[in-house]
């Protein structure tokens, strides 16, 4: 199993539109920066993530989800009327995909950035040294403390 973070404003994907539908999966769709995307192309089934809310006025980690479909062709990258549209992608030559994921769990509490930094384990997360980066790898130890620090204790 890997672990993953996935940013996302709560107003477009956040905890509450997974919880909304606890065992229907969601896609990871609008995916746009290189790197992230092959991050998405290494998710494993069952790969266990953890949701950052950004851009909005509270921002930080709100929950866990888990993967149920790996990579797969975006397919907003091909619809004109989407935002996510990209006219070099074709269905010969995909640029971009997208993978489902389904609700697991939401952290008793938003923990916000801040604490986040203050967390010596975390000094060389990916979510703290590459601010930019809506996709990103965590360790083991990375993952079970931010789950710790939203409630979490298993």
Known sequence: MQYWLVKSEPDE?????FLHSPKTSIPWDGVRNFQARNFLKQMGLGDAVILYHSSCR??????QLQVTRTA??????????????DAKSTLERPRWVA?????THKFTTLVPLATLKLQPALSECYLLTHKRLSVMPLTFTEFT????LGGLTH
């Open 13 to 17: 994907c956040g905890i509450d539109d």
């Open 145 to 148: 403390l931010m789950q710790k």
């Open 58 to 63: 509270h921002i930080g980690i709100s929950g």
């Open 99 to 103: 993978v489902d994921m389904v609700y």
């Open 72 to 85: 797969y062709d975006d397919p907003l990258q091909f619809q004109l009327d989407s935002p996510y549209f």
